[in-house]
Every structure is written in structure tokens, then in C-alpha cells.
């Protein structure tokens, strides 16, 4: 990669994916676009520009325009937002990707397109869920990333067009908040632990779901597109994780460093429903084996961290626990 359109990137990845990426590449060297801006560093740090990615002819003439070696296409709904507008999540994940693909396929460029747990569904085994097994996902973020995932597959077997990806697990992060999506519970999380000592959790006790901290799915998307072409087998659709966790084991980790805090609980049956569906725990041996993927943050770890920086970034007027 030496030029990058980046779609989504005001997004929860986005938002740290621009940063990290004008960091490793240079300022001019990343192109961050949204269908919006803000005043974020994303936005504000290099090069940005409006795109929609449903329109096609945008999309071709963003990336043309910043002569794109290699798109990370993120645009794209979450699944409980998906499920409240499946249409609309339908021609927005589906559309932006086929633009995104097309766009690639069109400038030659690499292509990065995320997939998720949520590809699999409630068929796949729950532990240790392989690589390769059944993806019968029951949502419609589920469906979009599963066919996502085959498009990717089939515009590389028929145009040759270098379509890379990951399915990623619940993601832990602190500068953008995550929007309308299962495991933003693990985030939500973190942020009222230091701001009230409390939090009410939406999915239920021993709901175990793969995730990842965010510098780590940074770090994994870069090894993946800079990784060597020949030691990809599959090349799409890695599984990656770094933990398996359910909501009382996030709190634990959390009381090593405020010891009154308290979790309670009141079930979303939606939310329930979708995370009842998606593996406890996804193996990524492909990913370690062909890629050299090797997450550096555990659970307490992730924990220290997002406590750590959290408590620099919040206002004091919003700070009601102390921390150790
Ligand atoms: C979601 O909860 O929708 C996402 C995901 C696991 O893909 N974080």
C-alpha cells in the first residue's frame, strides 16, 4: 500500500485507522472520506472528502483522483442497526462493497473489505469455530457479510482483483464511540465505569463473544494487506480475536482497578437474539499461521488501557469513580 482511499473513516475504526495509517504511510498519502465531517483528527489531519459510497461514479472518481493503490473500504452499517432498517443496511453494505470492488477492479488497486462473527450463524460450531465451516448467518448484517465475504471471493478468482479481509469480533476502542452494533455493550462498558462506577449491560450473564482492542485490528489490517501474495491461501475473510469474553468477565477485569464497581443487568431481546446467534469463540490459526497475526492485548491489558486513557480524556465534571 503507498496511496489509501479510506471510506467510513469517521467511523469507531475509522477514526483511528486514519490516524494510524497518515502515521505509517504519510499525511497525504491517506485519503479519509465520510458522508459527513466533523472536527475529528480523522477528518481534520490530511486529506478528506465527502463520498457516498452507494454511488458508484463517486467512488471511481475519489479514488482515480488520489491515484488509490489500495482501498480500505469500512463504510458500512452494524448489525443492530441492520436489523431495525434490513433494507437499507441491505443496498448500503452490499452496494458500497460491489462500488468498492468495481473501483478496484477498474484502477487495479488492493481492496481491504471487512467481514465479522456475525457471518456465521447459529449452524456454526460455538466453540473453536473454524475457519471453514458453515455460514448460515440468521441477520441481515449477518447475510451481507457472508455474501460479502463471496464477492470478495469471486472478484478474485474472476478478475484476479487483490480483495483482502478479516472477520472481525467485537471491537474495543475509545476515540470514536461504536454506532448500532452488539458487542458496543464491552465499550459502553469501560466509559460508565469511570464516569458513574456502574453500568446496566444489554446482552446477559455468560454471553461469551470474541473480541479485539483496536490497535490490534489496526495492526492486523496492515499485516494483511502488506502480507506477502504467495502465503495467502485463502486471502479473504481471516477469523481474528485476541479474547473470549462475557459481560462479568469485562467487569472483573475492570474491578482490579476500581474495585466498587457494579454491573447490573436488563436483556435487549434484540440485541440477546443477535449475540445468541454468533460464535463464543472463533479459532484464528489460519490468520497466525499464513500471516504471522499475534494480538498484544489480553483482557486486562485492554482493560488498563481503556481505563487509563479514558480517565485522561473525560472532563473531570464527568469523572465520578477513582481509579488505582
Ligand atoms: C457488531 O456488533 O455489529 C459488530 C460486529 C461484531 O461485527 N461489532
Known amino acids: 500500500m503507498k496511496r489509501i482511499l479510506l471510506t467510513g473513516a469517521l467511523g469507531q475504526i475509522g477514526s483511528e485507522m486514519a490516524v494510524k495509517l497518515r502515521e505509517l504511510y504519510g499525511d497525504d498519502a491517506v485519503l479519509a472520506t465520510d458522508i459527513r465531517k466533523d472536527h475529528s483528527e480523522a477528518a481534520q489531519g490530511g486529506p478528506f472528502r465527502l463520498l457516498d459510497v452507494t454511488d458508484g461514479r463517486a467512488f471511481h472518481e475519489a ?17 443492530a442497526t441492520a436489523e431495525a432498517k434490513p433494507m437499507f443496511a441491505w443496498q448500503l453494505n452490499m452496494g458500497g462493497l460491489l462500488n468498492a470492488l468495481e473501483t478496484t477492479r477498474e484502477l487495479g488497486c488492493q481492496l481491504f473489505a ?5 457471518a456465521f450463524g447459529p449452524d456454526a460450531p460455538r466453540q473453536g469455530t473454524p475457519q471453514d465451516t458453515w455460514l448460515r448467518p440468521a441477520t441481515m448484517y449477518g447475510i451481507s457479510k457472508a455474501a460479502g465475504e463471496q464477492l470478495c ?7 484476479d482483483v487483490d480483495a483482502r479481509g478479516l472477520r472481525f469480533p467485537g471491537l474495543v476502542s475509545h476515540t470514536a464511540p461504536p454506532g448500532g452494533g452488539t458487542t458496543d455493550y464491552a465499550v459502553e462498558m469501560y466509559v460508565y465505569a469511570i464516569k458513574s462506577g456502574r453500568y446496566t449491560s444489554y446482552i446477559g450473564k455468560g454471553t461469551y463473544l470474541d473480541m479485539m482492542y483496536m490497535p490490534d485490528a489496526i495492526a492486523s489490517v ?3 494487506m502488506e502480507a506477502d501474495a504467495s502465503r495467502l491461501k485463502r486471502r479473504n475473510a481471516y477469523n481474528v480475536t485476541a479474547m473470549s469474553v462475557d459481560p462479568e468477565a469485562i467487569a472483573a477485569s475492570i474491578r482490579r482497578r476500581l474495585p466498587d464497581f457494579e454491573l447490573r443487568f436488563d436483556i435487549d431481546p434484540l440485541r440477546q437474539e443477535i449475540a445468541d446467534g454468533w460464535p463464543d469463540a472463533i479459532d484464528a490459526s489460519a490468520a497466525c499461521k499464513e500471516w504471522d497475526f499475534r494480538p498484544a492485548y489480553d ?4 482493560t488498563d488501557d481503556m481505563l487509563a486513557t479514558l480517565h485522561r480524556k473525560l472532563p473531570d465534571s464527568e469523572k465520578g469513580a477513582i481509579l488505582l
Open 63 to 79: 479514488a482515480r483522483a488520489h491515484r488509490a493503490d489500495a482501498i480500505i473500504h469500512l463504510a458500512a452499517l452494524l448489525s
Open 114 to 118: 471487512p467481514s465479522s462473527i456475525a
Open 153 to 159: 471471493e469471486y472478484y478474485y478468482r474472476k478478475y
Open 222 to 224: 496492515v499485516s494483511l
Open 299 to 302: 483482557l486486562d491489558r485492554t
